[in-house]
T-cell receptor, first 110, second 114 residues
């Protein structure tokens, strides 16, 4: 049974690096991992997407180990405005399933 | 310019009523989706259409019926509304490519069933 799991909440302080891990044990070879950010009363917004090893863009990095059963979203030097809910999404090509994790509520404190 | 728009933003109605939520995207994408986000913020896909054809139809009561008049629009009609239908409904769109697709979400429609 395809499942995507992540921690419910995390706390951090401004300027720290935050790492949020998502577990996806049943991921298959061609399945991609995508992370979204959601602020209150808004729709989720794309952050980063990856398939293997490491992907970096202007806002985050995504680390995917060789077995691909988990992935880690890394936010460098967070600020108060990074307080949001972060979702991991795996598109399981087998069965055409799109399964979000339950979301990680990140709280950044001054 | 709004990429994915939904109307209405808020919808309050009585149990047993029928209501519709509209979604439009101006990104030229071929694929559109409907998601339900419950009070615990869990996001679950309901439907997906590619070029007006249904491609994902999760286990959703048949009181929910999506309609896609053209590839820029995907509306959601709900019959005989129940208390448990109260949630935020998000529309999204994407352009199929290699691997998976980046989805662009609308602002959401908060449905409250009394």
């Amino acid at each position: 049974l395809a499942k995507t799991t992540q921690p419910i909440s995390m706390d951090s302080y401004e300027g720290q690096e935050v790492n949020i891990t998502c577990s996806h044990n049943n991921i298959a070879t061609n399945d991609y991992i995508t992370w979204y950010q959601q602020f209150p009363s808004q729709g989720p917004r794309f952050i980063i997407q990856g398939y293997k090893t490491k992907v970096t863009n202007e806002v985050a990095s995504l680390f995917i180990p060789a077995d691909r059963k988990s992935s880690t979203l890394s936010l460098p030097r967070v600020s108060l405005s990074d307080t949001a809910v972060y979702y991991c999404l795996v598109a399981y090509n087998q069965g055409g399933k799109l399964i979000f994790g339950q979301g990680t509520e990140l709280s950044v404190k001054p | 310019d709004t990429a994915v728009s939904q109307t209405p933003k808020y919808l309050v109605t009585q149990m047993g009523n029928d209501k519709s939520i509209k979604c439009e995207q101006n990104l030229g994408h071929d694929t559109m989706y409907w998601y339900k986000q419950d009070s615990k913020k869990f996001l679950k896909i309901m439907f997906s259409y590619n070029n007006k054809e249904l491609i994902i139809n999760e286990t959703v009561p048949n009181r929910f019926s999506p309609k896609s008049p053209d590839k820029a629009h995907l509306n959601l009609h709900i019959n005989s509304l129940e208390l448990g239908d109260s949630a935020v409904y998000f529309c999204a769109s994407s352009q199929p490519g290699q691997g998976t697709d980046t989805q662009y979400f609308g602002p959401g429609t908060r449905l409250t069933v009394l």
